[in-house]
C-alpha cells in the first residue's frame, strides 16, 4: 500500500497535478487540452489502484487494474482510442469502464429466471419422491431449493450464502440458524415463534421470516443492522422461502443449543455442519437444472441476484423500491437489466391500441 501511496504521489509531482482542479462550469464542454489533462488524471487514479497490495484489493478493483495497460497505451502512448474499441471519446469510455458498465466475460451471467425455479422445483420433488435417491441426496434437494428461493427473493449473490475458496468479506460471516425468525402478529403486537430445544418449530402462525443482515453483508434498505425479510405466501399452494425454510429446519433439525454456530444453509444433514460451499452448491444446482431438462450454463455468483432484479422489473417494481431491495447506492443495478425481445412484444403490441384515433 506504501507503495502505491509513494508512486502516486510521485506520478502526481512529475505531472504537476498535485494541487489540480478537474475543471469550472466556465470550461464545459472541455477543450481538447482539458479533456487530455482529464484523461490523464483519471489514468493516474486508475494506476495508483494497480499499485495496491493483491492482499488488498478484491477481484472488483483487480478487474479494473487489468484495463489500466490499455488506457495508458490509449492515453499517455497516443494510441488512437478508435483504432482499438471502435469508440468515440476516451474519457466517456474510460469512465464507462470504472463504474463497471464496460463489457466483460467475468461479469456477462445469465439471469436464473422465476420459470426455471419453477422447473427446479419440480425436479426437486420428483427426486424427494424418488425411491432409488439417498438421505443425503434429498437433503442437497431441498437445500438446493431453499438457497436459489433466498437468493431470487433478496436479490442474494451465492458468496453471501456459500463459502468460496476466494476470501471475501460476504462469507466471513455466514447466516446461522440463531438469526431465523418466525414472526407473527398477535393483536397488532409483533410476536415471535418459540424455537423447541430439538430444533424444530412451530411457524403455523407466523407471516414472515426475518433474517438479520451481518457487519460484513449490505442490508436491504441502506441502515446498518436492517435485515431480510420473506413474507409468507400470498395463496395457499405458494413456495418460497418462507415456506422452504420452515420445512427445512423442521425436516432436517438442529438441537438449538447448537444455532448460534450452524449455518443456515449447512454442508450435511447431521454431523458436519459447516457452511456449504460454493463449488457443492453450484454442482448440486447444475444436477438438479440438468434432472429438469434446463442447462446450466453461463450461471454464475450473480446469476440469481441478476434474476431476482429483472423478476422485480418485470413485477413493475419502481428503481427506488429496486435499488433499496438490492441494497444498491448507485445505479450500479443498471449493469443486471436484462431485457428478451420476446417479453418486450407485449408492449409494442399496445402501441396502435393506444393511439388515439385521428
Known amino acids: 500500500m506504501r507503495t502505491g501511496v509513494r508512486w502516486w504521489i510521485k506520478f502526481c509531482v512529475a505531472m504537476e497535478l498535485k494541487s489540480y482542479v478537474l475543471y469550472t462550469e466556465e470550461e464545459m464542454p472541455l477543450s481538447w487540452e482539458r479533456q487530455r489533462q482529464v484523461e490523464l488524471l483519471l489514468v493516474c487514479f486508475m494506476q495508483w489502484l494497480s499499485r495496491i497490495e493483491p492482499a488488498i484489493r478484491g477481484k472488483t478493483i483487480g478487474g479494473y487494474c487489468d484495463h489500466v495497460c490499455m488506457w495508458m497505451q490509449h492515453v499517455v502512448c497516443g494510441v488512437p482510442f478508435s483504432e482499438v474499441v471502435l469508440s468515440r471519446g476516451k474519457l466517456r469510455a ?180 459447516k457452511q456449504v460451499t460454493h463449488y457443492d452448491f453450484m454442482v448440486d444446482v447444475a444436477k438438479v437444472l440438468r434432472a429438469a431438462g434446463v442447462s446450466s450454463k453461463g450461471l454464475g455468483k450473480h446469476s440469481f441476484r441478476v434474476g431476482g432484479m429483472n423478476a422485480l422489473q418485470d413485477a413493475g417494481a419502481s428503481v427506488p423500491e429496486i435499488m433499496a431491495l438490492g441494497r444498491w447506492a448507485s445505479d450500479a443495478w443498471r449493469v443486471y437489466a436484462r431485457r428478451e425481445r420476446k417479453g418486450l412484444l407485449r408492449w409494442t403490441a399496445r402501441v396502435l391500441q393506444s393511439a388515439p384515433p385521428a
Not at 435417491?133 to 458468496?159: D, P
Not at 418466525?182 to 424444530?200: A, I, M
Request: charged share 25%.
Open 94 to 273: 474510460m469512465r464507462k469502464s470504472f463504474v463497471r458498465l464496460r463489457p466483460s466475460k467475468y461479469r456477462a451471467k445469465r439471469a436464473f429466471t422465476v420459470p426455471e425455479f419453477r422447473q427446479l422445483q419440480r425436479a426437486v420433488w420428483s427426486i424427494v419422491r424418488s425411491a432409488s435417491k439417498t438421505a443425503g441426496e434429498k437433503f442437497r434437494a431441498h437445500r438446493v431449493e431453499m438457497m436459489v428461493a433466498a437468493a431470487l427473493e433478496a436479490l442474494l449473490r451465492t458468496s453471501e450464502m456459500a463459502d468460496s475458496k476466494v476470501a471475501s468479506a460476504s462469507n466471513l460471516e455466514p447466516f446461522a440458524l440463531q438469526d431465523l425468525h418466525f414472526h407473527y402478529l398477535k393483536n397488532g403486537v409483533e410476536c415471535e415463534c418459540e424455537w423447541n430445544e430439538d430444533g424444530t418449530v412451530d411457524t403455523t402462525r407466523a407471516m414472515y421470516l426475518r433474517v438479520p443482515m451481518t457487519s460484513t453483508k449490505s442490508d436491504q434498505f441502506g441502515q446498518d443492522g436492517e435485515v431480510l425479510y420473506f413474507p409468507r405466501g400470498a395463496n395457499p399452494g405458494d413456495v418460497g422461502t418462507f415456506e422452504l425454510t420452515s420445512q427445512f429446519v423442521n425436516r432436517y433439525p438442529v438441537p438449538r443449543a447448537r444455532h448460534p454456530a450452524v449455518p443456515w444453509f449447512r454442508n450435511l444433514e447431521h454431523g458436519n455442519y
